[in-house]
């Protein structure tokens, strides 16, 4: 049994917080609870709201380099993850008190030669994509992620990966499986047919223009932006000089993320944080994605919703109140003052346990 005392966000209210050996929250005062910290900033477990548990830079990685990855972002105080994508069956890990909470999507679905090789689930019929999206619904915990655009070689440059006839019945199966349905996209093209299908989140969406935002924001369409990973277009672009066309384009779309992402939030588009942390980004960086949306024009207090209160909401997780499960991250002084005080919690509390103290 715990106690801590200290300011609950978002609504700033100061006061004692009891943990019971369940690990929930409780309204009443516990006797002999052992008081973690007197005075601090509670906040709900953050979010990594796109994040590849059992993903390294090399691909695949076992169930123990998956598990360190998830106790690196548990750490960092990500205590929610919702997993965009996996190469290996990370369920096993689900069951781990002392790991964050891992909302898993099953693989991603693409067309072959399309994608990272050895990631995705890979049709070579495309018509075969509603199906296959109601399996990987099946296999994961109520998301699938397509791959909604990649570079098509023969053309040099980004193109969709599916029929937009195909996207509507893809996703209206996965909603009638009780999965929602997310895709990375970088460019433009592939956008239109995603949102119209009524896709429920977009990856990345460097793309998005004035009309799309202003669609997804009537549809209720989130996007997680990945700022930290849209960090590597300049470096991608480096590489890929074969592909004159294609390494532009990133560059373009590089050029405009900030900008995307502002227009969306003015529009009232829900915009979450995801480091996208596996392969190029390593994981336990929510942190310095919350600091990118701030750059990129969110307000403070927001970039920290966007990773926690918003974010838990969104996927439908509580936020700290009685009955709740004693899921937070404890800093020594406001993060909407200081952004930079995420980078070093003072304590995390997972599933009521205390499991990391700050220096």
């Not at 943990?19 to 005062?29: A, H, N």
């Not at 399309?114 to 998301?143: K, S």
């Amino acid at each position: 049994m715990y106690r801590l005392r200290g300011v609950v966000l978002p609504d700033e209210r100061a006061t004692e917080l009891y943990i019971d050996d369940s690990g929930v929250l409780v309204e009443e005062p516990i006797a002999g609870a052992e008081t973690l910290i007197d005075g601090g900033w509670i906040l709900p477990g953050l979010v990594d709201a796109h994040c590849h548990v059992g993903l390294g830079q090399s691909g695949p990685v076992d169930l123990e380099e998956a598990d360190a990855q998830a106790r690196v972002d548990r750490d960092a105080g990500a205590l929610l993850i919702r997993d965009c994508g996996s190469p290996i069956d990370t369920s096993a890990l689900q069951a781990r008190h002392d790991l964050p909470e891992i909302i898993r999507a099953g693989r991603h679905v693409a067309r072959p030669k399309r994608y990272i090789p050895g990631l995705a689930a890979e049709l070579d019929d495309p018509a075969l994509l509603p199906e296959v999206v109601v399996e990987q619904a099946a296999a994961g915990d109520g998301w699938v992620k397509l791959v909604g655009d990649w570079i098509d070689r023969g053309a040099g440059d980004l193109a969709p990966l599916w029929p937009d006839d195909v996207l509507a019945a893809a996703i209206d199966a996965a909603h009638a499986a009780g999965a929602r349905v997310t895709a990375h996209v970088f460019g433009t093209d592939a956008l239109p047919g995603l949102i119209h299908a009524g896709i429920d989140c977009i990856e990345h969406g460097t793309g998005l223009t004035d009309d799309l935002i202003a669609e997804m924001a009537r549809r209720g369409t989130s996007l997680v932006p990945t700022l930290i990973n849209v960090e590597n277009f300049p470096g991608i672009a480096d590489l890929a000089s074969k592909y004159p066309s294609y390494a532009a384009h990133i560059r373009e779309l590089y050029a405009g993320a900030h900008g995307v992402v502002r227009k969306a939030v003015e529009a009232g588009v829900p915009v979450f944080a995801g480091t996208d942390a596996g392969g190029g980004i390593v994981h336990g960086r929510i942190a310095d994605e919350i600091a990118a949306l701030h750059g990129a024009g969110l307000a403070a207090a927001d970039a920290l919703g966007a990773a926690s209160w918003a974010a838990r909401t969104w996927l439908g997780r509580p936020d700290l109140h009685p009955g709740a499960r004693a899921d937070l991250v404890v800093y020594r002084s406001d993060p909407r003052a200081d952004l930079s005080v995420l980078r070093d919690p003072a304590l995390v509390v997972l599933r009521g346990r205390p499991v990391h103290a700050g220096a």
